[in-house]
């Protein structure tokens, strides 16, 4: 019943040379993203969207829960505050967590009891 970002990129137009992600989302992330070569060539050069800020007006009315780090190196933690700010007058529960521990959270976060009871909205 709710959407979480884990430190996720909310548009990828702002990241450079996406396609040196795709072997980790290949080995790493199979149930995060289910996509194969061609698909991540197509994303790659612009022509898949998988851009969360392109629906936010959906997203709006959903349960979302953000969470991200400032000190993110890999994706910066303005992507996650620009879309938590755009849907966050919307219909649904909106929560923005905030860490401060220089880190980038990937999926094995997930399970992180230090995290995972700021998730539950």
Same mark, same amino acid.
């Given at each position: 019943?709710?959407?979480?970002?884990?430190?996720?990129?909310?548009?990828?137009?702002?990241?450079?040379?996406?396609?040196?992600?795709?072997?980790?989302?290949?080995?790493?992330?199979?149930?995060?993203?289910?996509?194969? $070569?061609?698909?991540?060539?197509?994303?790659?050069?612009?022509?898949?969207?998988? =851009?969360?800020?392109?629906?936010?007006?959906?997203?709006?009315?959903?349960?979302?829960?953000?969470?991200?780090?400032?000190?993110?190196?890999?994706?910066?933690?303005?992507?996650?505050?620009? %879309?938590?700010?755009?849907?966050? =007058?919307?219909?649904?529960?909106?929560? %923005?967590?905030?860490?401060?521990?220089?880190?980038?959270?990937?999926?094995?976060?997930?399970?992180? $009891?230090?995290?995972?009871?700021?998730?539950?909205?």
């Amino acid at each position: 019943t709710a959407v979480v970002s884990l430190a996720g990129p909310t548009d990828y137009r702002k990241h450079k040379g996406l396609f040196s992600y795709y072997p980790r989302w290949l080995k790493g992330w199979k149930n995060t993203w289910r996509t194969n $070569k061609s698909c991540w060539k197509n994303f790659d050069k612009g022509s898949i969207d998988l =851009n969360a800020i392109d629906y936010a007006d959906v997203l709006a009315d959903k349960n979302v829960v953000f969470a991200h780090d400032k000190g993110d190196a890999d994706v910066e933690f303005s992507q996650s505050k620009m %879309l938590y700010d755009t849907i966050k =007058n919307g219909s649904g529960k909106h929560k %923005l967590l905030v860490f401060n521990e220089g880190v980038h959270f990937g999926t094995d976060d997930f399970g992180n $009891k230090r995290i995972l009871k700021e998730l539950m909205l």
